[in-house]
């Protein structure tokens, strides 16, 4: 077989690496970077550290309105189609590339699986629902990472094409957790001077546009993470860069430790090694899981509700009394408790594929 693979941002960098290796024992696959993910330290980080093989085609399209990017991205795609003629399109997650890679590809007529299919939120205000409810219905395969995903699906009328795989966000944490230990990290801060990682500290991830857009809502996570009793480090995505040092600095926060982003390999180092995590991200919310650490997440809606259970992960609102009282809740760890599978997404992934090479659901 010929699997055309798209990527464009960091979760789904990480979910490829284990899938693409797998895919690559017996069949053909050819790599497609959308460029959604640009710099080094949100893009090329991750290939060399994951082993990831250097695309065969970089779009390099990011910047503009959702419907600039998914538009360019599609037209692009769209030549590589015609160019490669695969067998299967695959795509990850919800970005505007995994839209883009499967518009294009069901106008052509190639088959398209979707791997992380029927997740919802159920709020069409999130441009990610839109991508993904959207590329569930024109898929061919939907792959799902967790048993939940299949009541969404059914709902919708998706349940024969639908099979559980797991996460191969979780093949991948099981096989990078341990590449990196505390001592051998060497992080940076926002001045580029080496930054020390103290013995105990929290890890705080905060990138969304709701979080970021202005001051009030980074400042009052701040707030709540510089009173806890040990200092929080947040890699500061480069967009969030000059608000995250002024609000620091103009309310001298000293239990905030600022530093540039990290790659994977850093990332979860970060997470397994940290007394709690504070995110709004869908992948780091996961690795918390997966690392057994208490997380907040500052959102208003759930991505993972297999992870809210037993006080593991806990919504928040972005208010600092909130997040503070959100952090003193105890969790408790059932390590019989696996909604993610068993690290083993990859194999059946490629299996699926294999399997159902010559059915057509388009």
């Not at 869908?282 to 690795?287: I, L, T």
Request: with cysteine; proline share 4%.
């Amino acid at each position: 077989m010929k699997i055309l693979t798209v990527v464009g941002a960091r979760p789904q960098f990480i979910k490829a690496a284990p899938v693409s290796r797998q895919i690559r024992k017996k069949h053909q696959e050819v790599l497609l970077h959308t460029g959604q993910h640009f710099d080094d330290n949100m893009s090329d980080v991750f290939f060399r550290e994951m082993g990831i093989p250097k695309p065969d085609y970089n779009l390099g399209m990011s910047g503009g309105t959702h419907a600039q990017m998914t538009g360019k991205m599609m037209i692009g795609i769209e030549e590589v189609l015609e160019a490669e003629k695969p067998d299967w399109l695959l795509v990850y997650g919800d970005t505007n590339s995994t839209l883009a890679a499967a518009l294009a590809a069901a106008k052509l007529h190639v088959p398209i699986c979707h791997v992380e299919a029927g997740c919802r939120t159920h709020r069409m205000t999130n441009p990610e629902e839109i991508n993904r409810v959207c590329t569930d219905h024109i898929s061919s395969l939907l792959l799902m990472s967790t048993r939940g995903a299949i009541e969404e699906l059914e709902k919708e009328g998706l349940k024969e094409k639908s099979v559980f795989v797991g996460d191969p966000m979780y093949d991948a944490f099981i096989e990078y957790k341990d590449c990196l230990s505390v001592s051998d990290l060497e992080v940076r801060g926002l001045d580029g001077k080496k930054e020390t990682i103290p013995s105990s500290f929290n890890y705080l991830t905060c990138h969304r546009e709701e979080n970021t857009f202005d001051d009030s809502a980074l400042n009052e996570i701040f707030k709540a993470m510089d009173v806890q009793d040990i200092p929080t480090i947040y890699p500061v995505h480069p967009r969030n860069k000059e608000r995250a040092l002024r609000l620091v600095k103009k309310n001298n926060y000293r239990n905030i430790i600022l530093i540039e982003p990290v790659g994977y390999l850093e990332s979860i180092c970060l997470v397994s090694n940290s007394n709690k995590v504070v995110t709004d991200s869908g992948g780091v919310q996961r690795e918390a899981f997966f690392a057994g650490k208490k997380c907040v997440t500052v959102l208003d809606f759930v991505s993972w509700p297999e992870t809210m259970v037993c006080g593991r992960n806990t919504l928040s609102k972005p208010y600092a009394s909130d997040i503070e009282q959100k952090l003193k809740i105890q969790q408790k760890v059932d390590s019989s408790y696996m909604p993610f599978g068993d690290g083993k997404s990859a194999e059946r992934i490629v299996k699926e594929l294999e399997t159902h090479s010559n059915e057509i659901y388009l």
